[in-house]
Protein backbone atom coordinates (compact mmCIF):
# COMPACT_ATOMS: atom_id res chain seq x y z
CA UNK A 1 0.00 0.00 0.00
CA UNK A 2 1.22 3.62 -0.68
CA UNK A 3 -0.20 6.90 -0.37
CA UNK A 4 0.55 9.72 -3.41
CA UNK A 5 -0.33 13.32 -2.84
CA UNK A 6 0.26 15.80 -5.88
CA UNK A 7 0.40 19.83 -5.69
CA UNK A 8 1.98 22.48 -7.74
CA UNK A 9 -1.02 22.89 -10.46
CA UNK A 10 -2.76 25.85 -11.43
CA UNK A 11 -3.00 27.79 -13.84
CA UNK A 12 -0.03 29.56 -16.16
CA UNK A 13 0.11 31.36 -19.50
CA UNK A 14 1.07 29.87 -22.70
CA UNK A 15 4.52 29.12 -22.56
CA UNK A 16 4.87 29.31 -18.75
CA UNK A 17 6.41 26.88 -16.64
CA UNK A 18 4.62 24.67 -13.21
CA UNK A 19 6.32 22.36 -11.23
CA UNK A 20 4.25 19.64 -9.48
CA UNK A 21 5.48 17.85 -6.76
CA UNK A 22 4.60 14.16 -5.86
CA UNK A 23 5.13 12.93 -2.12
CA UNK A 24 5.13 9.23 -1.09
CA UNK A 25 4.56 7.23 1.90
CA UNK A 26 7.75 6.09 1.89
CA UNK A 27 11.02 5.99 -0.72
CA UNK A 28 10.25 5.96 -4.68
CA UNK A 29 12.91 3.86 -4.77
CA UNK A 30 10.48 0.51 -3.71
CA UNK A 31 8.48 0.92 -6.64
CA UNK A 32 9.61 -0.72 -9.90
CA UNK A 33 8.37 2.49 -11.84
CA UNK A 34 6.61 5.81 -10.83
CA UNK A 35 5.01 7.72 -13.63
CA UNK A 36 3.27 11.06 -14.45
CA UNK A 37 0.08 10.97 -16.45
CA UNK A 38 -2.93 13.39 -17.40
CA UNK A 39 -6.56 13.15 -18.46
CA UNK A 40 -8.17 15.84 -20.23
CA UNK A 41 -12.29 16.62 -20.46
CA UNK A 42 -13.22 14.20 -22.60
CA UNK A 43 -9.95 11.79 -23.10
CA UNK A 44 -8.42 8.82 -21.78
CA UNK A 45 -5.62 9.15 -19.31
CA UNK A 46 -2.18 9.39 -20.61
CA UNK A 47 1.44 8.47 -19.28
CA UNK A 48 3.50 11.61 -20.08
CA UNK A 49 6.41 10.01 -18.51
CA UNK A 50 8.12 7.70 -16.19
CA UNK A 51 10.82 7.28 -14.16
CA UNK A 52 12.34 3.46 -13.13
CA UNK A 53 13.49 2.68 -9.62
CA UNK A 54 17.01 3.22 -11.08
CA UNK A 55 16.41 6.55 -12.14
CA UNK A 56 15.62 5.85 -16.13
CA UNK A 57 13.38 8.37 -17.19
CA UNK A 58 10.86 7.88 -20.34
CA UNK A 59 8.74 10.33 -22.22
CA UNK A 60 5.74 11.14 -24.68
CA UNK A 61 6.63 12.32 -27.78
CA UNK A 62 4.46 15.48 -27.72
CA UNK A 63 6.15 16.45 -24.28
CA UNK A 64 9.94 15.62 -25.01
CA UNK A 65 12.30 18.53 -24.39
CA UNK A 66 9.54 20.18 -22.23
CA UNK A 67 8.76 18.06 -19.41
CA UNK A 68 11.32 16.27 -16.80
CA UNK A 69 11.18 13.80 -14.23
CA UNK A 70 13.13 13.95 -10.92
CA UNK A 71 13.29 12.90 -7.62
CA UNK A 72 14.26 13.62 -4.26
CA UNK A 73 15.14 10.61 -2.42
CA UNK A 74 15.83 12.17 0.94
CA UNK A 75 12.04 13.75 0.00
CA UNK A 76 10.37 10.80 -0.86
CA UNK A 77 8.83 13.09 -3.50
CA UNK A 78 9.12 13.19 -6.96
CA UNK A 79 9.10 15.98 -9.47
CA UNK A 80 7.11 16.88 -13.11
CA UNK A 81 8.76 19.79 -14.29
CA UNK A 82 6.75 21.43 -17.31
CA UNK A 83 8.02 24.20 -19.46
CA UNK A 84 7.16 25.89 -22.49
CA UNK A 85 3.41 24.99 -21.55
CA UNK A 86 1.01 24.45 -24.44
CA UNK A 87 -3.07 24.77 -23.89
CA UNK A 88 -3.59 21.32 -24.85
CA UNK A 89 -1.47 20.22 -21.70
CA UNK A 90 -4.40 21.25 -20.01
CA UNK A 91 -5.30 18.72 -17.89
CA UNK A 92 -5.65 16.85 -14.51
CA UNK A 93 -2.20 15.24 -13.74
CA UNK A 94 -1.82 12.26 -11.62
CA UNK A 95 1.41 11.15 -10.13
CA UNK A 96 1.35 6.97 -10.13
CA UNK A 97 3.72 4.22 -8.70
CA UNK A 98 3.70 0.32 -9.54
CA UNK A 99 5.41 -2.45 -8.14
CA UNK A 100 5.80 -3.88 -11.43
CA UNK A 101 7.55 -2.71 -14.73
CA UNK A 102 5.03 -1.50 -17.06
CA UNK A 103 4.15 0.82 -19.90
CA UNK A 104 -0.04 0.84 -19.81
CA UNK A 105 -1.16 3.46 -17.38
CA UNK A 106 -4.14 0.91 -16.22
CA UNK A 107 -1.54 -1.50 -14.68
CA UNK A 108 -0.28 1.39 -12.03
CA UNK A 109 -0.58 0.52 -8.61
CA UNK A 110 -0.86 3.46 -6.95
CA UNK A 111 -2.52 6.90 -7.58
CA UNK A 112 -2.64 10.14 -6.15
CA UNK A 113 -5.78 12.63 -5.79
CA UNK A 114 -5.08 14.22 -8.89
CA UNK A 115 -3.84 18.15 -9.54
CA UNK A 116 -5.22 20.77 -11.93
CA UNK A 117 -3.12 22.06 -15.04
CA UNK A 118 -4.98 25.05 -17.13
CA UNK A 119 -3.20 26.70 -20.14
CA UNK A 120 -4.61 29.85 -21.37
CA UNK A 121 -4.42 33.33 -21.76
Known amino acids: QADLVESGGGLVQPGGSLRLSCVASGSFGRFSVMGWSRQAPGKQRELVGTMTSVGTTNYKDSVQGRFTISRDNAKNTAYLQMNSLKPEDTAVYYC???????????????WGQGTQVTVSS
Open 96 to 110: AASDRLTTRVSAYDY
